[in-house]
């Protein structure tokens, strides 16, 4: 049918596709290392998905400047997430919160391997009992930054809501089982490369 193949950008080449079915927002799934029971995977509303940026270095040069990648830094992640009337989500986020500081007894762990964690972030392809993966990401030396336990109202309806900032360490991302960024691959070391 022509309206399947005149609703998209027009093709540069015969073998161009036409318009491929976006990934939706709504088809995703958070699981966390701490979170043996899945309670809190079965009730997030919202995730925001990595973001990684690059400090600038500045190198001034005989008539110009030229600009490199420096340190990189991944930004923190936002979850909220529905809270129960069987407090299980907050229980779960209450005991990674005594895994990193012991309030009562104003005592922190020695090391981070006592409460890092690690969180996954999938984008799934709709299916229920069988869900596939379209793509992953893998946040490691996750902990929890910041956590806001909402607010009550009588004005509304709405479901208490918990919100987690989660800091961590390093990140990979998947499309499906293969790694997106690829480990060990040659990152331009010959200096001749350096001319572009």
Known sequence: MAVLTNLSVPKTSDTAPGTIMPKMQYRFRVSFGFDTSEVVTSNIVSVTRPTLSHDEVTLD???????????????????????????????????????????????????????????????????????????????????IQNVAYGESNYATSDAQIVTVTIRYDNAQHFAGTEELFIKGSDNGSDLATANG
């Open 61 to 143: 040069t005989y008539n110009s400047r030229i600009y490199l990648a420096g340190k990189h830094t991944w930004e923190a992640v936002t979850i909220t997430i529905r809270d129960d009337v069987a407090n299980s989500v907050i229980k779960q986020i209450d005991n990674q919160m005594s895994n990193q500081i012991d309030m009562v007894n104003q005592a922190s762990p020695k090391a981070g391997s006592a409460y890092k964690f690690q969180t996954n972030i999938e984008t799934l392809d709709g299916g229920n009992a069988e869900a596939e993966t379209l793509d992953k990401w893998e946040l490691y030396g996750c902990y």
